[in-house]
Each structure stands twice: as C-alpha cells, then as structure tokens.
C-alpha cells in the first residue's frame, strides 16, 4: 500500500489549496481514508476523513464549513479541497488510511493507523 500526498504550498490567508492524495495497493471501498495535520509543537490532529464505502463524511470543527474531503474513483485518489485558509491551517498535511471497522467518525478519531504518507507542508501567511 502506498499513499501519495501533492498539492501543498503557500497561500495568503482567505486563499484556496487543493490537496491530493493518490492511493496504490488497496480498494477504496474497504477503507476509511482521511487527512490529519501537524503543526510546529503541536500533536498530530485529524482534519477530515471519508469512508469508501459509501462517502461518509467527518470533520473537525477546525474546519468544518471551510473545508471538503471528497473521492475520485477514476483516478483512486482523496482530494482535500481547502478554502479561506487561515494561518492556523499552516502544518504538515499527512494522508492515512485504515480498514473500516467503525464509524467514519470514530475511525478518524482513533486516528486512522494502518497507512500514512509522507505529508505535504501547507503554510499560510497571515
């Protein structure tokens, strides 16, 4: 199994990125597959999670409303779409999957152990 994040960069606060995570070597619809952020000092924390399956949806309440976690079957990637950025969005941005075993909720909360990838740093200047 391998997971590859892309889309990461510099953005002005209020600004959009698009993050991507390509995944090789399992079948989406077995597993939760989510988005989870380190910052500077800071713990690792989960972002956003969607469920293969059937799409379900979780996010934190960091972002909620600002951000979207959606799948492209075609291309077998996660995509994160991240809008009115605010600086307290600058971290690594790390992609992760499990076996669905529980809610997406729940599993995103644990976090989500199996897989991890290499992250891509956002940074977002105020």
């Known amino acids: 199994v391998q997971l590859v994040e892309s889309g990461g960069g510099l953005v002005h606060a209020g600004g959009s990125l698009r993050l991507s995570c390509e995944a090789s070597?399992?079948?989406?619809?077995?597993?939760?597959i989510g988005w989870f952020r380190q910052a500077p000092g800071k713990e690792r924390e989960h972002v956003s999670c969607?469920?293969?399956?059937?799409?379900?949806?979780y996010y934190s309440d960091a972002v909620k409303g600002r951000f979207r976690i959606s799948i492209d079957r075609d291309k077998n990637t996660i995509n994160l779409q991240m809008n009115n950025l605010k600086h307290e969005d600058t971290a690594v941005y790390y992609c992760?999957?499990?076996?669905?075993?529980?809610?997406?909720?729940?599993?995103?909360?644990?976090?989500?152990?199996?897989?991890w990838g290499q992250g891509t740093q956002v940074t977002v200047s105020s």
């Open positions: 070597g399992l079948s989406l619809d077995n597993y939760v």
């Open positions: 992760a999957a499990d076996y669905y075993t529980a809610t997406t909720e729940i599993m995103c909360r644990r976090p989500l152990s199996a897989y």
């Open positions: 969607i469920a293969g399956k059937d799409g379900d949806t």
